[in-house]
T-cell receptor, first 112, second 115 residues
């Protein structure tokens, strides 16, 4: 099946720093999604991207749909302690309305 | 709070047993999805129901089954449990059958521990 390579696996940063993470695939996707999961909770949708090259922001979060349709990036600016959690990318392949393939996540730790 | 509810929050059982996990989708959502999350496999899609009918199957074992009832709540049945079935099980829902602009919203999950 399709695989998503998400990196880095984990990040340890200081409060106030900017963060970048990405997902890459050998296959193209028509949709890229970014979710955040807090400990003991379910993933929460942060940003959805539907067009190659699309750049979308949600507060301090900005995500981009790569022009090759095989990658996506998530940036968090001016990190705060509540940004701690696991960030997942997910991709939807062409001709599939339901199927999402998830990356294995990036664990973000923010030191106050 | 996504509006998706799951019960129970935690479940501890023994190998060989059978359990049922329950999910109520967001109000108005017709589609329900089940996922398994383990440390080594990440989030794995199991099965989808849309308006009471099975829509798609993923990596679901034959020992597992699901259904969606007329009131749109769904149950995931896990039988002949093995140690390796210990995981977080998430339910998600969407308005339609999925697709662009009909994204999935996840419940808080059920943590299953098989001893």
């Amino acid at each position: 099946g399709q695989q998503l390579n998400q990196s880095p696996q984990s990040m340890f940063i200081q409060e106030g720093e900017d963060v970048s993470m990405n997902c890459t695939s050998s296959s193209i996707f028509n949709t890229w999604l970014w979710y955040k999961q807090d400990p003991g909770e379910g993933p929460v949708l942060l940003i959805a991207l539907y067009k190659a090259g699309e750049l979308t922001s949600n507060g301090r979060l900005t995500a981009q749909f790569g022009i090759t349709r095989k990658d996506s990036f998530l940036n968090i600016s001016a990190s705060i302690p509540s940004d701690v959690g696991i960030y997942f990318c997910a991709g939807r392949p062409p001709r599939s309305n339901y199927k999402l393939t998830f990356g294995k996540g990036t664990l973000l730790t923010v030191n106050p | 709070d996504s509006g998706v509810t799951q019960t129970p929050k935690h479940l501890i059982t023994a190998t060989g047993q059978r359990v049922t996990l329950r999910c109520s989708p967001r109000s108005g959502d017709l589609s329900v999805y089940w996922y398994q999350q383990s440390l080594d496999q990440g989030l794995q899609f199991l099965i989808q129901y849309y308006n009471g009918e099975e829509r798609a199957k993923g990596n679901i074992l034959e020992r597992f089954s699901a259904q969606q009832f007329p009131d749109l709540h769904s149950e995931l049945n896990l039988s002949s449990l093995e140690l390796g079935d210990s995981a977080l099980y998430f339910c998600a829902s969407s308005v339609e059958g999925g697709g662009p602009y009909n994204e999935q919203f996840f419940g808080p999950g059920t943590r299953l521990t098989v001893l």
